[in-house]
């Protein structure tokens, strides 16, 4: 017998308790939702009051999922390490769903028995005696470090699997040399990574090819742009890998929202990458709250004036045109509804600091925000007084005021779909910079990689970012069908925080020198701390869109109540 067939039985008892979890997790969702409610809606003030449930809820959400998407692959001809990592990463997630399930039962007013009686399962607890047991961990591990840390390889068709072998050449060649010397010296990504790409095609990936760009016309292709983000971030999150996300969201705008005119103007310049783009949104007393931007917009002959204050605006400096989230109905109890998208064209800027002064006197500064990681793009403060944009740059024209929000969301799937792919790409290049050092580093006089502890280390890193890719790519397919926002949300959480931890542990395993500068792990770590803030803050994240989603869904509601 295959080793993933002497796997089989543990697989059965994996896809049985999961099963039973799904039961349960989707009772306690619906019980939940039932303390939400408001006159047969949910209500803001009644969701606020069970955040902790919720955030629960939604944790407990991508971890199932990603569990299910793991043991779905799983059959007879598996590579037996892949079986061996999807099982260890089961059962893991088995031991927080369960904890996580107590805590929601706890709130949504139900017995902790039927949790209780899942812990109790003889058929759970052999799984777990099996998978999380010390000599599976070992064995997986000892796995990893045989195969050099390249796990969770998902099959792709020809066109995309030859789209990920160039561009995983692209970034061990081009990118990954000059990745050190970007982040230590808190440099402007330069020509030499942006012309490459512009060549490859890396800004036109969500741009229909009509429009220049290589998507095809009639679907989108969220899985290319998956396998791309995910093969440059591991060479570099900040000097590569975050450079489709700006023009993956105003592409997404443009095609909801935008004018023929604005498409045929804009889309073959952003898939050329020039101009470059950047994105502002988030506002200093606003933070992941979209809807409460008070950035002002006030109309005269011809176009608009932009007053107000942007921040954590990534590549402003480069970028030639600002998509720019504005306020341009003074009545604030509008909300969302009075916010519309415009386009502020300006010259690129290499430095950390800019000012424009247009002729008429309207002025647009800007100042990077210095931070601890994800440096190359540099992320801005920005100050616009009196700075005009005139009429032919509000995406949608006159039919397109007050919908700004909306098409701004547009880009949000994208956009989390991406920011998936960089986490698997700076976890993808943490491990295997963590199997390499552990191989070569003695410790009483033996290998690192043959300790038992390292070898469990190892083990449960890649069983993570096995699961989180195999997500990822799933995701991406359902997305493509017009469908996933809540999924695509689900792996955005899961994988954006199993980075954290994946390249942590990366670095713990470095021992003083992960914690050294001049080697690359530290940057993957201080990289990966970001990606749980941007692109909808965790807990926004959760509690807004995951659990609201979950509630809803479960109550047959179409739309948010409050």
Not at 55 to 61: H, I, K, P
Not at 460 to 482: N, Q, S
Not at 520 to 543: K, P, Q
Request: charge should be negative; include cysteine; aromatic fraction near 6%.
């Amino acid at each position: 017998m295959t080793g993933s067939q002497l796997l089989q039985p543990h697989a059965a008892q994996a896809r049985d308790m999961l099963g039973r979890l799904r039961a349960l997790f989707d009772q306690s969702v619906r019980n939940l939702a039932e303390q939400c409610l408001d006159a047969g809606r949910l209500s803001a003030a009644r969701l606020d009051a069970h955040q902790i449930a919720s955030f629960e809820l939604a944790w407990a959400g991508a971890e199932l999922l990603a569990a299910e998407t793991a043991i779905a692959s799983l059959d007879a001809q598996a590579d037996p390490l892949e079986a061996q990592l999807a099982l260890v990463f089961t059962t893991d997630a088995i031991v927080a769903l369960l904890d996580r399930l107590d805590v929601i039962a706890a709130e949504a007013g139900m017995a902790p028995d039927a949790v209780d009686a899942l812990r109790s399962l003889p058929a759970w607890r052999a799984l777990r005696a099996a998978m999380g047991s010390a000599a599976a961990l070992r064995a997986a591990g000892h796995g990893v470090v045989e195969a050099q840390g390249l796990v969770g390889e998902v099959a792709l068709d020809e066109p995309h699997a030859l789209a990920q072998d160039a561009f995983r050449r692209f970034a061990a060649e081009v990118v990954a040399p000059q990745a050190e010397a970007i982040h230590r010296h808190d440099l402007t990504v330069p020509e030499s990574l942006l012309q490459p790409m512009r060549e490859m095609g890396v800004f036109g990936l969500a741009i229909p090819e009509s429009h220049g760009g290589s998507a095809p016309d009639d679907r989108e292709d969220t899985l290319l742009m998956v396998v791309v983000t995910e093969a440059l971030s591991e060479g570099s999150l900040a000097a590569a890998g975050s450079l489709i996300t700006r023009p993956e969201i105003l592409t997404r705008a443009l095609m909801a929202g935008g004018t023929e005119a604005q498409k045929a103007h804009w889309l073959p310049r952003l898939a050329a990458g020039d101009p470059l783009c950047a994105i502002a949104m988030t506002e200093p007393d606003c933070g992941s709250d979209l809807a409460a931007c008070q950035l002002k917009g006030t109309r005269l002959e011809g176009g608009w004036l932009l007053n107000g204050a942007k921040t954590w605006c990534t590549f402003a400096g480069k970028a030639g045109v600002l998509m720019v989230v504005t306020r341009t109905d003074p009545d604030r109890a509008l909300g969302h509804k009075g916010l519309s998208v415009l386009l502020a064209e300006k010259p690129a800027f290499d430095g950390h600091s800019f000012e424009v002064q247009q002729p008429g006197g309207g002025r647009l500064s800007g100042r990077a925000i210095p931070t601890i990681g994800y440096r190359g793009m540099h992320s801005f403060d920005l100050a616009f007084e009196d700075y005009f944009v005139p009429d032919a740059n509000v995406v949608g024209g006159e039919a397109g005021l007050g919908k700004g929000f909306y098409y701004t969301l547009s880009g949000m799937v994208g956009g989390r779909m991406q920011t998936s792919a960089r986490a698997c790409g700076v976890m993808r290049a943490a491990l295997r910079a963590a199997v390499r050092y552990t191989q070569d580093r003695k410790v009483f006089g033996a290998p690192l990689a043959d300790l038992a502890l390292t070898q469990a280390k190892l083990a449960r890193m890649a069983a993570r970012l096995a699961a989180c890719r195999r997500l990822a790519y799933a995701v991406a397919r359902i997305v493509d069908t017009g469908e996933g926002r809540m999924e695509a949300s689900l792996v955005k959480l899961l994988a954006c925080r199993s980075a954290e931890l994946v390249t942590r542990e990366a670095l713990q395993l470095h021992g003083g020198m992960g914690y050294a500068e001049e080697t690359a792990v530290s940057r993957y770590f201080v990289d990966a701390r970001v990606l749980s803030i941007f692109e909808g803050a965790e807990e926004t994240l959760a509690l807004k869109v995951v659990a609201r989603s979950l509630m809803e869904r479960a109550l047959g509601l179409n739309a948010s109540g409050g």
